[in-house]
Each structure stands twice: as structure tokens, then as C-alpha cells.
């Protein structure tokens, strides 16, 4: 609960003006507030330990390929290409998804999505050759379409204003300790060798597949759809913070529309798309080749997973510390753009030095600086869309950008096979982040209306 105690100081007089301006009184106000507390006590620890699997089951492969691309004779230009299929299933399927969550509810979706991705994930552990790896990753795609944007939609129904930025942001934080966890992890499984015909690549995928499902199966008696649903409120908690709700999302919906029409005729939508696909292309790009650039320091498997650790934690505490100093500015999208640039200069900057201390400190600030933007970004698309346009707006940016996922690693894969390095990939995935960096400053605040303050700013 750190982080929620760190971010929910700042600001307080700041949202009870916002709240007072909404027409909400100060004692309908508190009590949401002491609501909301609640509810981030109950809900955001689950829904982190759900991202932690999901990111780590989407990114082991990274760890697998160590020893697996041998064993099945998969070439660089090959797993980069079959790794990012996982992005082509998960791209198809994330709009149709969120709708169908918005329809059916979060519990039963997410444990839906939770239970099959797990199934598959450890169907790769079987795979043979290039083909069946890139099936497997894309039928891995579509199992867990619709969860990182449909976990975003369930904020929506539970978190206003200023608490959503707060509560995306120790989401986020799933991604650093995934790779904090999983990657010692994994490299210790990649030394297992082979045990009862398996090898160790197929052990990792194995295990590491198995609490996706057990997780799903707990979201069926964790998780409730909307505030009103839950046992765990009272009458009185339930009507201070719906009140609340509706007042925030009636006043988005009358300002931006809040129908799927009006998310997908939004050009701003498409916008933000493009510049979350920039961000996943170095995130995705970088972190399923992480194994395989610093094995090229000459260490053992083990040793490789705990410095790919290294950047991620160091990532963890400057994401952290990131969104709590856009949260306190008055524009945030300063701080969007300069975590890019961070990313961006950091990325180049390892291609250029041989030592493997001064390259892993360049792989920490960009590490660092793609997780300061996810921190900060999804504030932005969440100012202004409310409703359906809400459940297939943030599913369209999240789908869009998701196909970073599969250029980032493709991207790797095919430069290394032409250039016989990692130089001429990494100057290509630094670039794509710049770009990313200058289309979020030209864009600018697409919540901010004219003569009113930014309302990316207030949530």
C-alpha cells in the first residue's frame, strides 16, 4: 500500500475544489473518498498479481528462447516474428473483447480470459518447429485479447478523477515486477535441464502457465462487476461513490459522446493509438530481446536473469516517481513525451558503448523510460472517454498499439539477420520511441476543451 499512500497525499485540496465545482458536497465528497480508499484495498491487489502473470506468461518466451530457438532450429528473423504474432491474435480480438466484457461483466470476462491464456501458454511448452511456435503464439493472442484494456474499462466503473491516475499507475507497476520476478525465475528453470523428457525451456513454460489459471478461477469470487455488486460495501458507501461516478462520466459523456460511434469517429482516438503503438514497440521490442542481448556479456543462463531483473526494478522506483511528479504539474503530457525521450536517447546511447556495466546502466534509463510512460500515458485516454466509448476507444488504443508488440520484435529479429548485430535494431526501436515523443507534444491535451483547465490533469 506504499504507493497508494504515496500518490493519494498530493492534490487532496486540488480534487475537493474539482468535486465542489461537480456539485458534490463535502460530506457526499469524504465519503466517496473513504469508499474509494477502501476499494483500492480490495481490488488493487488482486488485479496486480493478475498483470504480473499476464505480463510474465506474454514475455518468458524471451527466456525460453535461449535454449529453445537450438532445439527447434528457429532463427532470429523466425522468433521474432513468431513472438509477435502473440500481438497479430491479441490485435483482432481486443475490440470485440472489451464490448463483450462491457456486456457480460469484468468477473466472469476476466476470469475467462485468465483461465485460457493460461491453457495456452502451456500448450507452447509442446511446440516443434517455426510454424507451431507461431500458432501457439497467436492462438496465445487471442486468449488474452480484451484483458489489459478490459482491467482499464473495470477502473471506469470503480475509480473517478484524480484516483484513476493513481490506481493505472500501481497497475503498472505489474510490469517491472513481473520481469523483477520472472526473470530470475526463469533463468533458474533454464538450468533445470531436462527432466522426465521435458527440457527446461518446456518446464518454464509449464510452470509459469499454471497461476494464470488458478487466478482466473479466483476471479470468479474476488472480483465485482461495479460498485453496486459488491457484498463488501455498504447501501451508504454504494450511493456516495455511484453518485460520484455518474457525475464524472455524465460530464465526460456530455462533453466527448459515450458511444462506440463516438470513440471511433474521435480522430484524437487514433492519435493516441499510434503514439501507445510507438511506446509498446520499444517495451515489447527490447523486452522479449532482453535475455538475448545481455547473454551476449558472456554469463550463464541464471546470471542473465537476474541482471534483466536489474532494469526493471530500477524501472519500478522511476515510474513511481515519475507519475507522482506529472500528477502534482499542470500539464501532463510534458512528462509523456520526455519519458519517450528518455527511452528513446538511452536505447541509442546502449549501441554505443561496448562495456557491459555502461550498456546495462543505458538499458536501465530506457527500461526506465518506457515505464514512466505507461505511467503517465493512460491517464489521458481515460479524461475523455466514458461509457462504450470508453469500452471500445481504450480497446482500439490498446489493439493499435499492441501491434507494437509484434513490429518491436520482428523489427529486432529481421535487422539482426541482415546486420549480424543488435546495433542497427536497437537505432531503429529508439527512433520509432521519437517519433512517439513528437506526435504526443503535437497533439497536445485531447481532453482540454476550450477556456477550461486540461482534464487529463484531473483524473
Given at each position: 500500500m506504499?504507493?497508494?499512500h504515496?500518490?493519494s497525499?498530493?492534490?487532496a485540496?486540488?480534487r475537493?475544489d ?5 456539485g458534490?458536497?463535502h460530506e457526499?465528497?469524504?465519503a466517496?473518498e473513504r469508499?474509494l480508499a ?6 488493487l ?9 499476464s505480463y ?5 518466451v524471451?527466456?525460453a528462447a ?7 532450429g528457429l ?6 516474428f ?6 497479430v ?8 473483447s472489451?464490448l463483450?466484457?462491457q456486456?457480460?461483466?469484468?468477473r466472469?470476462?476476466i476470469a475467462?480470459?485468465m ?6 501458454s502451456?500448450?507452447t511448452?509442446?511446440?516443434v ?7 501457439a ?12 484494456p ?8 470503480w475509480?473517478p ?8 499507475a500501481?497497475f503498472l ?19 533445470l ?8 525451456w518446456?518446464w518454464?513454460l ?6 494464470a ?5 479466483a476471479c470468479l ?7 453496486e455488486?459488491?457484498?463488501w460495501?455498504?447501501d451508504?458507501?454504494?450511493s456516495?461513490?455511484a ?5 464524472e462520466?455524465g460530464?465526460?459523456g456530455a ?10 469517429t ?13 511506446g ?5 521490442g527490447v523486452?522479449?530481446w532482453?535475455?538475448?542481448i545481455?547473454?551476449q556479456?558472456?554469463v ?10 536489474i532494469?526493471?526494478?530500477i524501472?519500478?522506483v522511476?515510474m513511481?516517481?515519475?507519475a507522482r511528479v506529472?500528477?502534482?504539474a ?8 520526455g ?5 528513446a536517447?538511452?536505447?541509442?546511447t546502449?549501441?554505443f558503448?561496448d562495456?557491459?556495466?555502461l550498456k546495462?546502466i543505458a ?11 505507461q505511467?503517465?500515458?493512460w491517464?489521458i485516454p481515460?479524461?475523455f472517454l466514458t461509457?462504450?466509448a470508453?469500452?471500445g476507444?481504450?480497446?482500439?488504443i490498446v ?9 518491436g ?7 539482426k ?5 543488435f ?8 527512433g520509432?520511441l521519437?517519433?512517439g515523443?513528437l506526435t504526443?507534444?503535437?497533439l ?7 477556456g477550461?483547465a486540461p482534464?487529463?490533469n484531473?483524473?
Amino acid at each position: 500500500m506504499t504507493i497508494s499512500h504515496t500518490l493519494s497525499a498530493e492534490g487532496a485540496a486540488r480534487r475537493a475544489d474539482a468535486a465542489l465545482v461537480q456539485g458534490i458536497a463535502h460530506e457526499d465528497y469524504a465519503a466517496s473518498e473513504r469508499t474509494l480508499a477502501k476499494a483500492f484495498r480490495r481490488i488493487l491487489p488482486f488485479i496486480f498479481i493478475c498483470y504480473v502473470i499476464s505480463y510474465l506468461d506474454r514475455t518468458n518466451v524471451g527466456f525460453a528462447a535461449l535454449t529453445m530457438n537450438k532445439d527447434l532450429g528457429l532463427t532470429a528473423e523466425q522468433f521474432g516474428f513468431g513472438a509477435g504474432l502473440f500481438f497479430v491474435g491479441y490485435f483482432l480480438f481486443e475490440i470485440p473483447s472489451n464490448l463483450i466484457m462491457q456486456k457480460v461483466g469484468a468477473r466472469v470476462w476476466i476470469a475467462r480470459i485468465m483461465i485460457t491464456w493460461g491453457l495456452f501458454s502451456m500448450a507452447t511448452a509442446f511446440v516443434v518447429g517455426p510454424k507451431s511456435f507461431a500458432a501457439a503464439r497467436f492462438l496465445l493472442g487471442l486468449a488474452e485479447a480484451g484483458f489489459t484494456p478490459g482491467i482499464y474499462l473495470y477502473f471506469t466503473h470503480w475509480f473517478p478523477g484524480k484516483w484513476r491516475a493513481k490506481v493505472t499507475a500501481a497497475f503498472l507497476v505489474g510490469i517491472p515486477v513481473a520481469n523483477m520476478i520472472g526473470s530470475p525465475v526463469s533463468g533458474a528453470l533454464l538450468e533445470l535441464g531436462g527432466l522426465h523428457g521435458l527440457r527446461s525451456w518446456q518446464w518454464l513454460l509449464l510452470i509459469e502457465g499454471v497461476p494464470a489459471v488458478v487466478l482466473g478461477i479466483a476471479c470468479l469470487f474476488v472480483l465485482a462487476d461495479r460498485p453496486e455488486k459488491a457484498k463488501w460495501l455498504s447501501d451508504a458507501e454504494k450511493s456516495s461513490l455511484a453518485k460520484r461516478l455518474a457525475l464524472e462520466q455524465g460530464d465526460i459523456g456530455a462533453r466527448h459522446g459515450s458511444t462506440l460511434r463516438d470513440a471511433m469517429t474521435n480522430w484524437r482516438v487514433f492519435v493516441l493509438a499510434f503514439v501507445n503503438f510507438c511506446g509498446i514497440v520499444g517495451s515489447l521490442g527490447v523486452g522479449l530481446w532482453m535475455p538475448q542481448i545481455i547473454k551476449q556479456f558472456g554469463v550463464e543462463h541464471a546470471v542473465v536473469g537476474w541482471l534483466t531483473a536489474i532494469p526493471y526494478a530500477i524501472g519500478a522506483v522511476g515510474m513511481v516517481w515519475w507519475a507522482r511528479v506529472a500528477n502534482r504539474a499542470e500539464n501532463r503530457i510534458p512528462y509523456v513525451a520526455g519519458a519517450l525521450v528518455v527511452a528513446a536517447v538511452a536505447l541509442c546511447t546502449s549501441t554505443f558503448v561496448d562495456t557491459p556495466v555502461l550498456k546495462l546502466i543505458a538499458l536501465c534509463f530506457t527500461v526506465s523510460g518506457i515505464l514512466a510512460f505507461q505511467a503517465t500515458y493512460w491517464a489521458i485516454p481515460s479524461g475523455f472517454l466514458t461509457g462504450r466509448a470508453a469500452a471500445g476507444g481504450l480497446a482500439l488504443i490498446v489493439s493499435v498499439g499492441n501491434l507494437g508488440g509484434f513490429v518491436g520484435p520482428s523489427m529486432i529479429g529481421a535487422l539482426k539477420q541482415v546486420s549480424g548485430g543488435f546495433t542497427v535494431p536497437l537505432l531503429a526501436i529508439s527512433g520509432v520511441l521519437l517519433l512517439g515523443a513528437l506526435t504526443i507534444a503535437w497533439l497536445g491535451d485531447p481532453g482540454a476543451d476550450a477556456g477550461e483547465a486540461p482534464l487529463a490533469n484531473k483524473v
